[in-house]
């Protein structure tokens, strides 16, 4: 299993069913006997080689990517969309997509720039604006094809390219996926609970269930993350950077890390010699607000990768970003 084929499997949030199979037969091939939960969630618990009674440590990365949802059909064979996830519509106009189980190739429209009025142009496209062209001849045939509730995704190859970089559609957050799969394989002292969980697109729906059934001892949360290194960004404004290490959270918008767990974070990475770095902007949210009130409560900490363009179809890594969240993560539960 590499990050290309995790990045390549088409499952928006609410639709995990194809990556969920990939990884449990992956899973069952690594000899773990995994558990699906009822939100969908992939569960496998590693006992570490540790005296009992050991910490139970939760590492979570979510299986789900951001997409699109068909919501109508219009005159012409057209399918009206809305978003699965946050995704500014800006990003969506001519992208090419894959449309429901099948795979349907599709385009993402709107009226053509020669046709827009001086007010046209001067807002931002909404999801109202845009349609998915099938290449339908009718609104039946749309309708039978896509029916209301059909799941999109976008149709973006992974791609290595310059100095070390990747560019895929699904980095957030299918490195974390691929991060937890390289842990299952390494001698750890303490319990590893692996939960590729499901739904985080769209409210950290599975998380939330995952965290309250293991009642893990700590949380430690595998993400991407947007680093908006772009150009003239003013430095303040940049949260982090691609290519300068994981990015370690001492807060965002739905948890705050714990302290002592952020400041080991730190002390191991940099004892260690592993690239890293402190996200600089209190902004975004995930797993990590679920899972830290859980029951009683959960310490948590979160490990990110730094993507351009996140949430969009064509995000953008350093790979070396991506072994950081590995060898820290790794390092981190070797003092457990």
Same mark, same amino acid.
């Given at each position: 299993?590499?990050?290309?084929?995790?990045?390549?499997?088409?499952?928006?949030?609410?639709?995990?069913?194809?990556?969920? $199979? *990939? @990884? +449990?037969?992956?899973?069952?091939?690594? %000899?773990?006997?995994?558990?699906?939960?009822?939100? #969908?969630? !992939?569960?496998?618990?590693?006992?570490?080689?540790?005296?009992?009674?050991?910490?139970?440590?939760?590492?979570?990365?979510?299986?789900?990517?951001?997409?699109?949802?068909?919501?109508?059909?219009?005159?012409?064979?057209?399918?009206?969309?809305?978003?699965?996830?946050?995704?500014?519509? $800006? *990003? @969506? +106009?001519?992208?090419?997509?894959?449309? %429901?189980?099948?795979?349907?190739?599709?385009?993402? #429209?709107? !009226?053509?720039?020669?046709?827009?009025?001086?007010?046209?142009?001067?807002?931002?496209?909404?999801?109202?604006?845009?349609?998915?062209?099938?290449?339908?001849?009718?609104?039946?045939?749309?309708?039978?094809?896509?029916?209301?509730?059909?799941?999109?995704?976008?149709?973006?190859?992974?791609?290595?390219?310059?100095?070390?970089?990747?560019?895929?559609?699904?980095?957030?957050?299918?490195?974390?996926?691929?991060?937890?799969?390289?842990?299952?394989?390494?001698?750890?002292?303490?319990?590893?609970?692996?939960?590729?969980?499901?739904?985080?697109?769209?409210?950290?729906?599975?998380?939330?269930?995952?965290?309250?059934?293991?009642?893990?001892?700590?949380?430690?949360?595998?993400?991407?993350?947007?680093?908006?290194?772009?150009?003239?960004?003013?430095?303040?404004?940049?949260?982090?950077?691609?290519?300068?290490?994981?990015?370690?959270?001492?807060?965002?918008?739905?948890?705050?890390?714990?302290?002592?767990?952020?400041?080991?974070?730190?002390?191991?990475?940099?004892?260690?010699?592993?690239?890293?770095?402190?996200?600089?902007?209190?902004?975004?949210?995930?797993?990590?607000?679920?899972?830290?009130?859980?029951?009683?409560?959960?310490?948590?900490?979160?490990?990110?990768?730094?993507?351009?363009?996140?949430?969009?179809?064509?995000?953008?890594?350093?790979?070396?970003?991506?072994?950081?969240?590995?060898?820290?993560?790794?390092?981190?539960?070797?003092?457990?």
């Amino acid at each position: 299993m590499d990050l290309k084929t995790l990045t390549e499997i088409n499952a928006p949030a609410g639709h995990e069913q194809p990556i969920r $199979r *990939v @990884l +449990i037969e992956e899973l069952r091939a690594k %000899g773990f006997n995994p558990y699906i939960d009822r939100m #969908g969630n !992939v569960i496998v618990v590693k006992e570490g080689t540790g005296v009992a009674p050991r910490k139970r440590v939760m590492v979570s990365a979510h299986m789900d990517e951001v997409g699109l949802i068909v919501t109508g059909h219009a005159e012409g064979g057209f399918l009206k969309v809305t978003q699965a996830g946050g995704i500014d519509p $800006r *990003v @969506l +106009i001519s992208k090419r997509v894959k449309v %429901g189980d099948d795979n349907i190739p599709g385009v993402i #429209g709107a !009226v053509a720039i020669h046709l827009q009025s001086a007010a046209d142009r001067a807002r931002v496209m909404g999801y109202r604006d845009i349609t998915v062209d099938i290449g339908a001849n009718d609104k039946g045939e749309a309708e039978r094809k896509a029916p209301i509730g059909t799941y999109i995704s976008f149709d973006t190859p992974y791609v290595e390219y310059g100095d070390g970089y990747a560019c895929g559609k699904a980095f957030d957050d299918r490195v974390g996926c691929w991060t937890i799969l390289r842990l299952l394989e390494e001698e750890l002292p303490c319990d590893l609970i692996a939960a590729f969980v499901s739904e985080e697109e769209v409210g950290c729906r599975g998380a939330s269930g995952a965290a309250f059934s293991q009642e893990p001892d700590i949380g430690i949360v595998l993400e991407g993350t947007t680093c908006n290194d772009l150009g003239d960004i003013p430095e303040v404004a940049q949260v982090c950077k691609a290519g300068e290490g994981v990015a370690v959270s001492f807060m965002d918008g739905s948890s705050i890390a714990n302290r002592d767990l952020f400041k080991k974070a730190l002390e191991v990475g940099e004892k260690e010699g592993i690239a890293h770095q402190v996200k600089a902007s209190v902004s975004g949210g995930n797993d990590g607000g679920v899972i830290q009130r859980a029951r009683e409560g959960v310490p948590v900490v979160v490990l990110s990768v730094p993507c351009r363009y996140i949430h969009s179809p064509s995000t953008v890594v350093k790979l070396s970003d991506v072994e950081a969240q590995f060898e820290l993560c790794r390092a981190l539960l070797k003092t457990f």
